[in-house]
């Protein structure tokens, strides 16, 4: 079990993974300087972060700016999307407050 302290968030897994360099210059010396890219993806994340809008697709729900978080592995973040596959019974699927029955959860992510 991880303390609050020792989480680390999900996005620095992305910035390490696409540059180590990266990820030290913004979640170690906490410096960041926006681009023309990284303002254009805000701006087409506008719509992908309203966590009020959700979209039923067929049987799949899709969930926006979804808060995750786990000690038992020490990540936290905001899931882009996570979509709800039904699921005919508990083996590996959750359960949600608004829609009945068990679901798979598929992590969706934007870039």
């Not at 989480?7 to 910035?15: A, E, K, N, W």
């Not at 681009?35 to 926006?64: C, M, S």
Request: glycine share 6%.
């Amino acid at each position: 079990m991880y303390s609050e302290d020792d989480m680390l968030m999900l996005s620095g897994i992305q910035h390490y993974m696409f540059c180590p360099r990266q990820w030290g210059l913004i979640h170690i010396s906490q410096e960041w300087e926006d681009n023309r890219l990284t303002v254009e993806g805000q701006l087409l994340h506008e719509n992908v972060d309203n966590p009020f809008y959700r979209q039923k697709n067929g049987d799949a729900i899709t969930l926006r700016s979804v808060h995750i978080a786990s000690r038992e592995l020490g990540l936290y973040g905001i899931a882009d999307a996570i979509e709800l596959l039904p699921a005919e019974s508990s083996k590996n699927a959750i359960t949600h407050k608004r829609y009945p029955g068990f679901w798979y959860p598929y992590p969706i992510e934007y870039k």
